[in-house]
């Protein structure tokens, strides 16, 4: 996809939702860490289903902290993998209260040496909540950039490096979240909505014709 293609591609996608967000529900970059922690390999509904719960409760390093692993698994215990995702919660938790102060540091170093803190959900909270332009490549991302042939790559960190050369600058602190959405309600991974999307004279998949509206 050339230059002229990829500025088509994201205008478009800006076109319909000029303004897109994360579908997470958090208030501060604390609660979202700690749901982008809980959303890994569950849907955002599950967990804005128990964030809704915990929040209002203990929102902060030093009150999760205190509900203990054993006080913190009911409110999570519906989602999946909860055990460890209590476990690293509350690793991450004890960092953050004895190495920065309770806060959520701004840095990609301090913030993947978190427990449970990888390289997508880094850059998650660097974008969303700290307004870097950032690109995290979820299987959603991956798809969608490998699909339509706006960012080919093998591996998540290819696509992501791929995509940070190759979003126009003007579109690349968005491009995450129209990225996401657009694979999650259009460019689905069994049949595509071909039909429905706004981007398929410019996609480079070759079944769209064969593709589900």
Known sequence: MNLAARKAFFARLAEINPAPRTELEYHTPFELLIAVMLSAQATDVSVNKATRRLFPVANTARTIAALGEDGLKPYIAHIG?????????????????????????????????????????????????????????DTHIFRVANRTGLAPGKTVRAVEDALLKRVPAEYRHDAHHWLILHGRYTCVARKPRCGLCVVRDLCRFPDKAAASD
Do not use: D, W, Y
Request: include cysteine.
């Open 81 to 137: 993998l909860f055990n460890s995702k209590a476990r690293h919660v509350m690793a991450a938790c004890q960092q953050l209260i004895e190495n920065h102060g309770g806060e959520v540091p701004r840095s990609r170093e301090a913030l993947e040496s978190l427990p449970g803190v990888g390289r997508k959900t880094t850059n998650v909270v660097l974008n969303t909540a700290f307004g870097e332009a950032t690109i995290a490549v």
